[in-house]
């Protein structure tokens, strides 16, 4: 199976400032065929379901402020919130999905304001 | 608009048996894979099961291998969980999703509790 490791798992970011949270693959999530990396970003807040925010490790879900980026390729990918809102308090999983035999998720990374 | 709705959840002994259901709803569902995914009690995401269009794959995590089976009925837009011989660590939210890959909907889950 593929491993995900995030880190850190937690993070404090104050208000506007820029938050960096990172996803390590165990091993390559880029289909070489087709050249594109097989990783999704989610953001859970409590209560909900995750929420989709970026797929094929950079391209933004319709309707996600841009404020979310997602960048990497290879083994090692990053989401970035450019200008911290209030809103954006949740945790964040990254996902692999490069074998539909055994897709799998990173552990979390709890976002707070700092 | 897109509907995935759980139901079945509950408690049960551990041993016991527990069938999910997940009626959908606002899009072809024989269109698409779908997917299990469940979330322990303050624990992060884990990924259970999917299955094909038409049913003829269907992959599992290798906890839940020869213990849970994932099945769907095209003609009645609904997917299915039988959770066999469960165990206190089975006790978790279970989401239904629409696909396995960049999943951009999900129900709000139903609760599984496996306890004495």
């Known amino acids: 199976d593929i491993v995900m490791t995030q880190s850190p798992d937690s993070l404090a970011v104050s208000l506007g400032e820029r938050a960096t949270i990172n996803c390590k693959s165990s091993r390559s999530i880029l289909y070489s065929s087709n050249n594109k990396n097989y990783l999704a970003w989610y953001q859970q807040k409590p209560g909900q379901p995750p929420k989709l925010l970026i797929y094929?490790?950079?391209t933004r879900e319709s309707g996600v402020p841009d404020r979310f980026s997602g960048s990497g390729s290879g083994t090692d990918f990053t989401l970035t919130i450019s200008s911290l809102q209030a809103e954006d308090v949740a945790v964040y999983y990254c996902q692999q999905y490069y074998s539909t035999l055994s897709i799998t998720f990173g552990q979390g990374t709890r976002l707070e304001i700092k | 608009e897109v509907q995935l709705v759980e139901s079945g959840g509950g408690l049960v002994q551990p041993g016991g048996s527990l069938r999910l259901s997940c009626a959908a709803s606002g899009f072809t569902f024989s269109s698409y894979w779908m997917s299990w995914v469940r979330q322990a009690p303050g624990k992060g995401l884990e990924w259970v099961a999917n299955?094909?269009?038409?049913?003829?794959?269907?992959f599992y995590v290798d906890s839940v291998k020869g213990r849970f089976t994932i099945s769907r009925d095209n003609a009645k837009n609904s997917l299915y969980l039988q959770m066999n011989s469960l165990r206190a660590e089975d006790t978790a939210v279970y989401y239904c999703?629409?696909?396995?890959?960049?999943?951009?909907?999900w129900g709000q889950g139903t609760l599984v509790t496996v306890s004495s």
């Open positions: 999703a629409r696909g396995s890959s960049g999943v951009g909907y």
């Open positions: 299955i094909k269009e038409d049913g003829s794959e269907k």
């Open positions: 094929w490790a950079s």
